[in-house]
Each structure stands twice: as C-alpha cells, then as structure tokens.
C-alpha cells in the first residue's frame, strides 16, 4: 500500500529543525524533517500544518511545495510531499517526547536520513555553499 505524507522542511536563517525518530517507529533511529501521514482525503498541505502542530507545537503561517519523493523501502511504499515552511508561530519543540535539534544546512551530512530523503537533502546541502 503506498502511503501519502506530508513533511516539513523548517527553516530558520540557515539551520532546519529535525526530530529523531523514535526507536519502535519504522525508519526509528532516523532523523526526519517532521511530518505524517495524510488522512484519507485530507490534502498534503492541510495534513503538514495539522502535523507540524501535532509534533512540534508550531502553526504554520507560509510554506512553499518543494518536491514529491516516491520511495520503496520494500515493507512500506512512501509518496512524500516536502513542503519548505518559511514562516511559522510558536518554537518548535519535540512535542511528542521526541529529540530535536536545529541543524546548520551545511551539516546536514553529519545526520542519518532514511533512504527517501537522501536527494533532498544533498539539494539542500548544495544550494546552501
Ligand atoms: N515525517 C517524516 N517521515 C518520513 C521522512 N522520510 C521518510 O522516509 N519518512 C517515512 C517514514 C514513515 O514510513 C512515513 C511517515 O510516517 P510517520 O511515522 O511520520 O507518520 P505519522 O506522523 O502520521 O505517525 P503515526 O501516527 O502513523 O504514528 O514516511 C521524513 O523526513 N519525515
Ligand atoms: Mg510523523
């Protein structure tokens, strides 16, 4: 089954802000831009603001689509819809007990991803230098 989801890319001047997935999750151990799962007919943008609230406490005021990721990890199909969020109310934080950090754009590599986010976040590294 393949599974729609919404993921944001939090910016602040140069550093995004990641959160750890936690070890029982699939992809667990990884660090992940925060996001979810879309609701049955729930639109991606629509399912980032509801889950960037639900993770990390945050409302977002404007984000831009940046790019789809269709991904096979072999147990579970992944469509993922990356969103650039650009303004946003509140301070993130790890909502559901999860680590977070911000993360200088340059040091990005330093970071496990799962297999899914490795184009976005060599784009990302790349427009950075
Ligand atoms: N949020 C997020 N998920 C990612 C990233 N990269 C990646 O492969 N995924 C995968 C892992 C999961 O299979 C799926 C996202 O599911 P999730 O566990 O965040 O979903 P959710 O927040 O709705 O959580 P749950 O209610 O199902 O527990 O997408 C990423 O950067 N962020
Ligand atoms: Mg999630």
Known sequence: ???KVAVGI???NDFVFLALRKA???QGGMWEFPGGK???S???EAALVRELEEECGILVKA???FKVISHDYGDNKVELCFYKVTEFDGEPMGKEGQEVRWVAISDLLKYQFP??????VNELVSSSK
Not at 115 to 120: E, F, G, R
Request: glycine fraction near 4%.
């Open 42 to 44: 729930e639109s991606a």
């Open 115 to 120: 297999d899914a986010n490795l184009q976005i």
């Open 63 to 65: 984000c831009s689509f």
């Open 10 to 12: 939090v910016l602040r």
């Open 38 to 40: 879309c609701e049955p």
């Open 1 to 3: 089954m393949l599974v």
């Open 24 to 26: 029982g999750q699939h």
